[in-house]
């Protein structure tokens, strides 16, 4: 178990090899943005950095504060295995999920048996959300603590929109130099505003 004197120093260091876009997304309040840059600029570990940032500064007390669900096992399983690397207790498959299980765990809450497929479990999941009153989703275990969604996207599912206020979506994107992170911005989605 890492104590905060532990986590402060793994911070630090990863602290010193973030450059500055990096820094800017790593301290700012827990709230939508997009951070964006090729395979291999870091996303992950900024994300990872992000989520220690916030603990030393008390705003995550637990891993249950926070949910990151990817869109494939690779990659949960790269969220994993840097986590792990740096903060065992943060980084567990409980809170970092693919997309595919964070379906399969709300279904069991569903009151009507439901018959789904791989292929048609998300569908199936995301009929039930919008079933359910809006605060009834988060009276579940995994998600009645959860204060933030960080959501790891490609470049195809950039695109995508999602109704919580509190999403981090992480897409690849142009970079300028370097194959750094260049850019971070606030979502200016209006439909995105607008269910907020």
Wanted: charged share 15%.
């Amino acid at each position: 178990m890492n104590s905060s004197h532990d986590l402060s120093d793994i911070f630090q260091k990863l602290w010193q090899h973030c450059n500055q876009e990096q820094k800017t997304f790593i301290q700012t309040p827990l709230q939508s943005m997009k951070l964006i840059g090729v395979p291999g600029a870091g996303k992950s570990t900024t994300i990872v950095t992000k989520i220690l940032y916030h603990y030393l500064k008390k705003n995550f007390i637990c891993p249950l504060d926070y949910l990151l669900i990817t869109f494939s096992k690779q990659a949960q399983q790269d969220f994993l295995q840097k986590g792990k690397k740096y903060a065992p207790r943060f980084f567990q498959s409980t809170n970092i999920r693919t997309l595919h299980s964070l379906s399969i765990y709300l279904l069991q809450f569903s009151p009507n048996p439901i018959h789904y497929t791989l292929s048609s479990v998300i569908l199936h999941a995301t009929n039930f959300i919008l079933s359910l009153p809006p605060h009834q989703l988060y009276t579940s275990p995994l998600l009645s603590h959860c204060q933030i969604i960080f959501v790891d996207m490609n470049s195809w599912e950039e695109s995508a929109c999602y109704p919580q206020s509190t999403f981090y979506p992480l897409s690849d994107g142009p970079s300028i130099q370097n194959h750094r992170i260049t850019m971070s911005y606030f979502r200016t989605c209006s439909t995105c505003q607008s269910r907020s």
